[in-house]
């Protein structure tokens, strides 16, 4: 099959080989020939109303479903917006292809309308990048571009296409093999080492299973759940990994971490084994990494091997990909047991029973007041009605250590928000995306008021297409997080963190044409998430929390993660 | 402390930036670096000398064999390696010099490639030591100017060369829903 086409209909064809079904894009000079070709395609374009959320959207499409999420933009400002999104992209390994127009090939160095290096500037914004100087190399660039998005270590790739290559015509013939020499995906993983590291499974007296993102990228929640089960372990979910074990499971012990809780991080610090699985030792989860784990032997299984060993030294190295490595794993310990799995039974008990105990001692229970909404009890709220099963959009901040730590999620891929990067901005167009991606569920967008006002834009974008996300603005009156780091280590001196002259919710939604509303006292609080659930269509409900509220327990930076202030300063007292 | 990289890349544009880019960003400083085609013209050779701490090499090695159009990236600081750097030297010569300098080029292998009234241009290679002395012997004779290339090297063990085979496009079949305009499907 040969026929002739623009560069812009090939890319169209590209597009659909790869499964893409909608893209979330904003059009400028230079990609006019590809929306030309979108005229009445198949292919959904969602037009967002800044191209960062095209990005965020792309992602929010990602994150939710696995799939490979598409923004596109056009070239000089069109892409040099995009680069937030990106380089969250990169941080959180989150598969999305971003395409951008670029002057036409003539024209490139020659400081044209609209030109900028989109090309170099992305270069470290992106797990790899491409220009497309000739309409030839299209299909083919194409197709690496989604492959290397979605393979190995997922990432964000962008394709950087000249105007006059959307335009020229040529025969289009579909690609029937990629080839990239020099990219290695390994995934199979050691036999050998698998084998090990199950017989230390077994030998350990306090193991504890450390997973992390690499578990809802690699689709592997149900493997991790058999191996939870198979030993037995406590198991700690990271930011980015919450999901990938239910919170309902028994096994579940909470997230670790600057944020995490009391027993998370106090059985990161006492036990005698760490099954890391798809993790990256981050220092938000690690805290001073040389007082990090220090009694643990590790185990350290992941895809990427630049990540093995980059901050903490594993005792024994899988690089692998956890899908593939996690069910030979699981014969390994299951055909290990009978000789060894009884071998530690009261260590293991007593190990149990400490980490019952450091959870009740502290648990991560919402607290409550008669006067005013404080932000865990609306966390608690929002978990009731979600029932483990919505799915949570979550922007940076306060509100989101809140949320990760008292919404609970019953399956990967409900708990989105922006991980490595923490870009402000991110939940409402992830939301976006998510709801495109799942129509069938019930999306939250939980934000602070300060992210909120980034993304207020994208409010068009939600009315325009009816979707019914539910935009719950967690509303402190400040940059929260960056007031209580001002309250804890800089004397209470607030600094540029006061959001005065918020909007009134009702008019903004109104403004829109939907449903907004605000409340400020508990009775309120639990009527009115329900009436916005209810809502058939989107609705934004400011909640005005306590102002003053901090987040803990708190790792201070810098500090071991046993030193935990718990609640207003007073450090804890530690078991030796 | 200076570590010696020898990479193997696709000639492609960018690819240099990206090897560039990675060390860069992570503030090392690169002593020399020098990049040519290798018999397949496809492909390109680079040495690399940068300063890195010593616990960061390997760090620094797995991040470049990750990048998309490096086939292979080797520490050769440590390895069994031929190191070579060349320089280009002109040295002013009036009457009086002019055998002594030629003796001395001839101590250390090297090739008088242009000579004039004024002077000589002069081409060496060695390893860098070796340079170092014969550019400090020379500038014994009055004001030189010189050119180095930076360092090639070549490793003395065999390294075998893992490369990804071609990948099958999968069948497009299963997308027809799109093409008839259903989302999700
Ligand atoms: C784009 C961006 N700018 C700045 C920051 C730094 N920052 C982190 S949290 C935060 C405060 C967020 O305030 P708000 O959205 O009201 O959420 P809260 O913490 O009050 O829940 C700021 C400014 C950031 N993460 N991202
Ligand atoms: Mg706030």
């Not at chain 1, 890319?11 to 230079?30: A, K, M, N, T």
């Not at chain 1, 310990?333 to 060894?340: F, G, P, Q, T, V």
Request: charged share 20%; with cysteine; glycine share 8%.
């Amino acid at each position: 099959m040969s026929n002739l086409m623009s560069g812009a209909r090939i890319l169209l064809e590209c597009l659909i080989r790869e499964g893409v079904d909608c893209l979330f894009g904003y059009p400028g000079g230079v990609t006019l020939p590809f929306y030309d070709a979108l005229y009445e395609h198949p292919i959904r374009h969602v037009l967002v109303r800044h191209e960062q959320n095209a990005a965020f959207a792309a992602e929010g499409y990602a994150r939710s479903t696995g799939r490979t999420g598409v923004c596109c933009a056009t070239s000089g400002p069109g892409a040099t917006n995009l680069v937030t999104g990106l380089v969250d992209a990169l941080m959180d390994s989150i598969p999305i292809v971003a395409i951008t127009g670029q002057v036409s090939t003539k024209l490139i160095g020659s400081d044209a309308f609209q030109e900028a290096d989109t090309f170099g500037i992305t270069r470290s914004c992106t797990k790899h990048n491409f220009l497309v100087k000739n309409v030839a190399e299209l299909p083919q660039t194409i197709h690496e571009a989604f492959y290397l998005a979605s393979s190995g270590r997922p990432g964000p790739v962008l394709v950087d296409i000249p105007k006059d290559v959307f335009q020229a015509q040529a025969h289009y013939t579909p690609v029937t093999s990629i080839h990239l020499p020099g990219y290695k995906v390994y995934t199979e993983g050691h036999t050998g080492q698998i084998r090990r590291a199950a017989q230390m499974m077994w030998e350990a007296k306090k193991p504890l299973v450390y997973a992390g993102g690499g578990i809802i990228a690699a689709g592997a929640s149900q493997e991790l759940q058999e191996l939870v089960e198979l030993i037995d372990a406590p198991t700690v979910c990271t930011l980015m990994g919450l999901g990938g074990l239910s919170s309902s499971h028994p096994n579940f012990v909470s997230m670790p971490g600057m944020h995490g809780s009391y027993a998370a991080n106090m059985a990161m610090t006492h036990a005698d084994l760490l099954i890391a699985l798809g993790v990256r030792f981050d220092d938000r989860v690690t805290g001073r990494l040389s007082a990090f784990a220090p009694h643990a032997k590790v185990i350290h299984v992941d895809i990427d091997p630049a990540e093995v060993g980059k901050n903490r030294v594993p005792d024994l190295p899988i690089v692998g990909d956890l899908k593939r490595v996690l069910p030979k794993l699981n014969a390994a310990l299951a055909e290990l047991k009978h000789s060894m799995g009884s071998q530690n039974a009261s260590d293991r008990a007593d190990w149990w029973r400490q980490i019952r105990c450091w959870q009740q001692e502290h648990p991560l229970a919402p607290s409550y007041s008669a006067t005013e909404i404080k932000p865990q009890h609306l966390m608690a709220e929002i978990d009731r009605l979600s029932g483990g099963e919505a799915i949570v959009c979550s922007d940076v901040g306060q509100h989101q250590m809140w949320a990760a730590q008292l919404i609970r999620f019953h399956h990967p891929r409900l708990w989105i928000n922006s991980g490595g990067l923490g870009s402000m901005g991110f939940g409402l167009p992830s939301a976006i995306g998510a709801q495109f991606a799942r129509p069938d569920k019930l999306v939250f967008a939980i934000v602070g008021d300060g992210g909120f006002q980034m993304s207020l834009p994208e409010l068009a974008t939600i009315v325009n297409y009816g979707l019914p996300i539910k935009i719950i603005v967690m509303n402190n009156g400040y940059l929260g997080m960056v007031r209580q780091w001002q309250e804890l280590f800089y004397n209470n001196r607030l600094s540029a963190v006061t959001l005065d002259s918020f909007p009134n919710v009702e008019m903004l939604a109104g403004a829109y044409g939907f449903k907004g509303r605000t409340i400020e006292s508990p009775a309120e609080l639990p009527p009115a998430l329900e009436e916005a659930v209810r809502e058939p269509g989107p609705y934004l409900l400011n909640v005005k929390v306590s102002p003053y509220e901090n987040v803990y327990p708190m790792v201070p930076a810098g500090g071991a993660i046993n030193e935990m202030v718990l609640a207003p300063p007073q450090p804890v007292a530690l078991p030796k | 402390m200076l570590q010696v990289i020898s990479l193997l890349l696709e000639n492609k544009p960018g690819a240099l930036m990206r090897v560039t880019g990675l060390l860069s960003a992570r503030g090392y400083n690169i002593e020399s670096l020098t990049v040519a085609r290798t018999l397949d013209p496809e492909l390109s050779r680079m040495t690399i000398v940068v300063d890195v701490e010593p616990n960061l090499r390997k760090q620094v090695i797995k991040q470049m064999n990750k990048l998309v159009n490096v086939l292979q990236a080797t520490d050769l600081t440590d390895a069994s390696a031929v190191c070579r750097d060349m320089v280009l030297l002109r040295v002013r010569a009036p009457q009086e010099n002019r055998t002594a300098i030629l003796k001395e080029a001839e101590i250390f292998s090297a090739r008088v490639v242009e000579s004039s009234l004024e002077g000589f241009a002069i081409e060496a290679t060695g390893d860098p030591e070796k340079l170092d002395e014969f550019i400090a012997v020379m500038r014994s004779y009055g004001e030189i100017e010189v050119t180095r290339s930076g360092m090639v090297a070549m490793s003395l063990e065999n390294r075998k060369l893992r490369l990804s085979p071609p990948i099958p496009k999968g069948d497009e079949a299963v997308y027809s829903h799109i093409r008839n305009g259903v989302l999700n499907g």
